[in-house]
């Protein structure tokens, strides 16, 4: 009874901790989106609209000649569905963003209760949500939160041994993001290698997973040579939770010791830390900071069961208030004392770090969008000196753009020489070219002599200006970019959609 009534409260207590959760995850609604990501999906969402369906030629950034389209098309087909109801894109973003926190750690919170019990689920949450880099990814980086949503849910259905559930997530997580599910089918793998009981369930689910999967996995194989896997600028501001990673390593060495590691739930955490560094070997921002630190994180959180109530307090009161962080910025090593997530949310500092920084400034955005709409036409290509730039006012003026984001990908002007009039070329930095195609341009300033030299001969018009940025027009361009028609419409993916659905429910009953 006694310990009945412990499992309880720690129910509770994880109830009141998403509640919170919610909570500050709804008051920053206005402030999002957080990130440069949701501007990229948004121009996917708008491209695909415009196109009937999904396409796998990226025709909308670095136009006219565009890019493969690779990244997994699920989130996007969230956001069409939010716009055709209704909801601006925008706003779509933000909803998304705001819902997708709670969600996932709901579901991190649930999955981990049932996977072991009530007061580990507990700790797991509390460890992860209070370490502010990882909780604000969860935000930041939509489709792979729910991509991890669904992997969470396949290792739940597998050591159920329902592999037909499992498939369909494993599936789904596929069609979400491009390295997540490679992490949980490792994560599976390495239990089927070192689990002899699972083996065969475990090799099952990941070969219908690939299967279903193979449509996407080979355009992705169609186009490899245009992936360009370059260092991101993210690998200079980097956060160490010493709680995490200290306490993960003696978790592992307790287990061991114990005979406990080839349990398949700490094969399964251990396997999720193992396959995240090789997915995320050049990207240790991820792996330390972010999606990686998940399965470290879920180790740690094994230490507190049995342990005696004050210990156990001790801890809830440092992770919620402390949880120090030695934080890599440009270089160099700082120790962060209190970088909780919620210590950083009472205090208001949230709102000044670097993670949190919103990228959308009505009061400058507003006017440009105006001036956009009011010079171009909807399929007329738009740019910018900077990529960010681009992105941005692509997405939210529904126009294509001549750049953008998304480095991973290389546009086919990379791969070949094009013949461009020199009368419209300009010299800039090296991911913009002022084309012939180009009708508006977004300059952030300080000026160039040579655009300068463009605008006195008249082959650059100025129509709008302020402190930060110059909307130069090109008048003698009068070309308008045409969608490329859709090979799968948006009435085909709603058919299968369906299909898939009832098949979930409808399964054989002779399979597990």
């Known amino acids: 009874m006694k310990r009945k009534n412990l499992e309880a409260r720690f ?3 994880s109830v009141g901790i998403i509640v919170f959760i919610t909570f500050l995850s709804l008051i920053r609604f206005n402030y999002l989106p957080q990130f440069i990501d949701g501007y990229y999906h948004l121009s996917v969402a708008n491209g695909f609209m415009k196109s009937g369906g999904w396409v796998g030629w990226d025709w909308w950034d670095f136009s006219p000649w565009g890019r493969p ?12 569905f939010l716009k ?48 502010f880099s990882f909780y604000s990814s969860v935000s930041a980086n939509v489709p792979s939160s729910i991509a991890i ?20 997530f494993l599936t789904l997580a596929f069609y979400t993001h491009p390295g997540i599910p490679w992490i949980f089918t ?36 169609k186009y490899i040579t245009y992936v360009n896997l370059s260092i991101l600028h993210e690998v200079k501001f980097i956060h160490f939770s010493i709680f995490i990673l200290i306490l993960s390593l003696f978790s592992i060495f307790i287990l061991n010791k114990k005979g406990k590691l080839s349990e398949p739930v700490y094969l399964l955490f251990l396997g999720y830390t193992v396959a995240s560094l090789v997915v995320f070997f050049k990207y240790p921002y991820r792996f330390f900071s972010s999606q990686g630190i998940l399965g470290l994180g879920l ?32 270089g160099k090593l700082e120790i962060n004392l209190f970088n909780s997530t919620y210590y950083n949310f009472l205090s208001g500092r949230v709102f000044t770090l670097l993670e949190f920084t919103s990228l959308f400034y009505p009061d400058y955005y507003q006017p440009v969008i105006k001036v956009i709409e009011k010079y171009t036409k909807e399929n007329e290509i738009i740019s910018s000196n900077l990529s960010i730039t681009s992105q941005i006012f692509s997405s939210l003026t529904n126009r294509p753009s001549s750049n953008s984001i998304l480095g991973e990908v290389n546009p086919l002007r990379k791969k070949r020489k094009l013949e461009l009039l020199p009368s419209y070329s300009l010299s800039s930095p090296s991911n913009f070219i002022f084309n012939e195609f180009v009708k508006l341009v977004v300059w952030i300033k300080p000026m160039k002599k040579e655009i300068e030299e463009k605008i006195n001969k008249g082959r650059l018009i100025k129509v709008y200006e302020n402190d930060v940025t110059c909307i130069l027009i090109n008048p003698y361009c009068h070309f308008r970019m045409q969608p490329i028609p859709s090979p799968i419409n948006f009435s085909v993916i709603l058919v299968l959609f369906v299909f898939f659905i009832l098949l979930l429910f409808l399964r054989p009953k002779t399979f597990p």
């Open 11 to 13: 129910e509770v207590f």
């Open 69 to 80: 389209h690779l990244y997994p098309p699920l989130y996007h087909f969230i956001l069409v």
């Open 84 to 131: 055709k109801v209704g909801v601006s894109g925008i706003n779509s973003l933000r909803l998304t963003e705001s819902l997708i926190t709670p969600l996932f750690f709901f579901v991190l919170w649930r999955t981990s209760r049932k996977l072991v019990s009530s007061q580990f689920s507990f700790f797991v949450l509390l460890t992860l949500s209070s370490f």
């Open 149 to 168: 949503i669904f992997g969470l849910l396949v290792w739940r259905f597998l050591l159920k041994k329902k592999v037909f559930f499992a498939v369909f």
């Open 186 to 221: 490792l994560s599976i793998l390495f239990l089927a290698l070192l689990n002899k009981p699972y083996r065969k369930l475990s090799l099952l689910l990941v070969f219908f997973s690939l299967i279903f999967a193979s449509p996407l996995i080979f355009h992705q194989i």
């Open 299 to 330: 180790l740690s959180s094994l230490l507190w069961m049995g342990k005696k109530v004050r210990v156990k307090s001790l801890v809830v009161a440092y992770l919620f208030f402390l949880h120090s962080t030695f934080d890599l910025n440009q």
